[in-house]
């Protein structure tokens, strides 16, 4: 009953066309036989897809896709080790082959910007209570104190 229920909810909302609120120029919305087209293309691609062993790719003419997914299953990272640093060292293990693109996209510049933004934020911070301290206790105690 419930699974009927989303089914049709799905169902209508696949036939729905929603505009969000505004003034819309006629010339720019498509017209209505032009967006049931592409409703029954797309329809006509599901209907292929479910035809060919349920639509995912997962039949006999797989590619290989899922073949890590064959492989041991992946560890619990919450259940324990019993080496020191067991779960660190699985960790850097399973994420090595990311490094080299995690220190490219570091080095973008609108993440070198933000980097460079957050250290002064923080740093300024640091100064300003720094100095209201200094004045406060008349120079008498530091920050690190």
Known sequence: EKQELLHAINEFLDDSVVLPPGDWDRKHILPINEIMEMRQRRKARKGQNDGDGGGDGGGPGDDGGDDKDK???????????????????DDIKNR?????????????????????????????????????????TENDIGISE
Not at 104 to 125: E, H, P, V
């Open 71 to 89: 492989g041991p299953p992946k560890r619990n990272p919450m259940q324990r080790t019993s080496v020191p640093f067991g779960g660190l060292i």
């Open 96 to 136: 090595y082959p990311q490094f080299l693109s995690d220190f490219k996209d570091g080095l973008n510049s609108q993440c070198l910007a933000a980097t460079i933004f957050i250290y002064f934020a923080a740093l300024s911070g640091a100064i300003a209570f720094g100095g209201i301290m200094g004045t406060k």
